[in-house]
């Protein structure tokens, strides 16, 4: 069973800046895509970012450019650094990992963080 512990989520201005870290435990995660997603008020649960264990990323079109997404596969870390940010950024971030181990595939969510911008 994988756990996974965020940090990092607060209270920006629009334009300033926040990095989240999501530190996984439980598994080796040798083949996994590590992420995150988000959540606003009344709306459905989105990609913002994810990593592939060997290197390979996916953004959300609303996010590129301005959030970057990080992983230490050494200490089954990942990180989304978030610059720029605007309003509509806000909402409770999900750490994600889906786990490929032979063939079946484990996915696993973090309690959320969450992130507020104010204009």
């Known amino acids: 069973q994988v756990q996974l512990v965020e940090s990092g989520g607060g209270l920006v201005q629009a334009g300033g800046s926040l990095r989240l870290s999501c530190a996984a435990s439980g598994s080796t995660l040798s083949f996994s895509i590590m992420g995150w997603y988000r959540q606003a008020p009344g709306k459905e649960r989105e990609l913002v970012a994810t990593?592939?264990?060997?290197?390979?990323?996916n953004y959300a079109d609303s996010v590129k450019g301005r959030f970057t997404i990080s992983r230490d596969n050494a200490k089954n870390t990942v990180d989304l650094q978030m610059n720029s940010l605007k309003p509509e950024d806000t909402a409770v971030y999900y750490c994600?990992?889906?786990?490929?181990?032979?063939?079946?595939?484990?996915?696993?969510w973090g309690q959320g963080t969450q992130v507020t911008v104010s204009s």
């Open positions: 990593m592939t264990n060997s290197g390979s990323t």
């Open positions: 994600h990992v889906r786990e490929f181990r032979v063939i079946w595939s484990y996915e696993y």
